[in-house]
């Protein structure tokens, strides 16, 4: 198996404009995340995955594009973008970008000319229905904001299909123009030096929707050409999918066949972080080892990418009811945490109410479970949210550099800043900062460093050959990935009680372990009786013993 970067990468997620401001507006900007790309590579982060920056009207967070072939003014120019490019590439780091092709912007000139004319170039690059569809009001992806998928459109005369917001009208993705819109697209981004995209909406994008008719058809077929197209371009160029889907659909996003690596080259784990939250919830290991013993295989070339949170809500839709509810009972007790029935709006620091053991806990879990771990910024500091904000902005403030006025990322007045910054005192900007951070060496933001550069030296984390081993306490995972000359063993205990592990013949073919990581000092290693402390976490080098 070749080396591939992205099986060894560690991905950094920001929005530009919530990063650093350079020119004192209120607003980051892309030159203010390169003045930043110093701390991005110190941390450890090798990509870093930038949320939409096109012209939008930001209805919806810039996921409502205008002009996908150009940089949001605010947040600067396509020689921006290139300049990024280059000073992450001379710091050994890529940049990817979301790619939003399932909607665009109601105000998209696409748009406002399908809806002008009947006859316009573009009226079928959109889907529309001439009567009221019956399924009208199904299948909404904001419940709680959004009543109906179908709305009639003065202007047209006809009802026109949108999966999210009505101001964001679905592609019709069974037009080969609108396809070949799409290719173009990636190729333009690819040519300015882009790794790879993070494919919003996935599942949508390759669905076909018909007024009503709720079954829907997928295109698979049309993963295939993304591949090929993405591949022909830049050999290295990758697609993270953003598809939530069910476990026997989820293969198919990855190849054509079982074994087959000609579709998406990474997804991101839903199922697996859905199952992590639950277990830390309970304090309990087993979902987290349900999942990764029902994991739907992945060909060789493919990739998981995990995360804790990300920059929506936690989607809690793979848990059933009763589950969905424990993990609201933990971590989102009150109704203002969560959002549209399903999901937590939360940051996982104000989740695990700020205990450092914890969060060490939860990050080394992440890290340590099969797949590319993808950071949020600020979660490398321990960053609150806002819950005052709306909808998923509580978890979108401004990154907090230093004690500064407006947290050292913007010099406006702070009645001008893009969003407020947390205000909650336990994660307030004077608490919770880089810039001290960087000083206290027990600090989080080193503990991160720390652990990322130890990842480093584990590529078998990386790899698909994980097994979950039985660690005797239902509250302690041992789970190990063995490579040709040895494997790593990782334990983690879930809850607050010491333990003390007995792999017993689980090991037998394994000696000379050495402690690679770990909570706390253990001492002299003793594989047959490991210790834990509560929240403990140790990670074990071994060697193979023929
Ligand atoms: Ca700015
Ligand atoms: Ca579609």
Known sequence: MHERWYKRAVLYSLEVDAFQDSNGDGIGDLRGLISRLDYIARLGATC??????????????????????????????????VDLVDAAGDRGMRVMLDLVVNHTSIDHPWFQSARSDPQSPYR??????????????????????????????????AWYFHRFYDFEPDLNHANAEVRDEIRKIMAFWLRLGVAGFRMDALPFVISLP?????????????????????????????VLAEANVADDQLPLYVGSAPGNDDRMHMLFNFRLNDRILLALARRRVEPIAWALRTAPPLPAAAQWATFIRNHDEADLSQLNDDEREEVFAVFAPDEDMRLYGRGIRRRLAPMLDGDRRRLELAYSLQFTLPGTPVLRYGEEIGMGDDLDLPERNAIRTPMQWSAEPNAGFSTASPAQLVRP???????????????????????????????????????EV???????????????????????????????????????????????TYDAPVE????????????SQLKLNGWGYRWIRLQFVP
């Not at 239902?474 to 009680?497: C, E, K, S, T």
């Open 124 to 157: 079928d690059w959109y889907i529309w229905c001439a009567h009221e569809p019956s399924d009208r009001h199904q299948g909404m992806v904001f419940p709680g904001f959004q009543t109906e998928t179908w709305t009639f459109d003065e202007q047209a005369k």
């Open 48 to 81: 870093v995955w930038l949320n939409p920056i096109h012209p939008s009207p930001e209805r919806d967070e810039g996921y409502d594009i205008t002009d996908h072939y150009a940089v949001h003014p605010k947040l600067g120019s396509l020689g921006d973008v």
């Open 462 to 508: 990386g790899e698909n050959s994980c097994e979950v081993l039985d660690s005797g306490h239902d509250d302690v995972l041992a789970h190990r990935y063995a490579g040709p000359h040895g494997a790593m063993l990782f334990l983690h205990n879930l809850d607050d009680h010491r333990r003390t592990v007995q792999l017993g013949d689980q090991l037998a």
């Open 210 to 238: 018909k007024p009503d008719h709720t079954d829907l058809e997928h295109d698979y077929a049309f993963l295939n050409e993304l591949h090929d197209w993405v591949s022909w371009r830049r050999g290295d160029a990758v």
């Open 516 to 527: 690679a990581f770990a909570d706390g000092d253990y001492g002299d290693l003793d594989l």
């Open 421 to 459: 910054l947390v205000h909650d005192g336990r994660f307030s900007p004077e608490k919770v900062n880089v810039n001290e951070q960087r000083r206290d060496p027990d600090s989080l933001l080193n503990w991160q460093e720390r652990v990322l550069r130890t990842l480093r030296e584990c590529p």
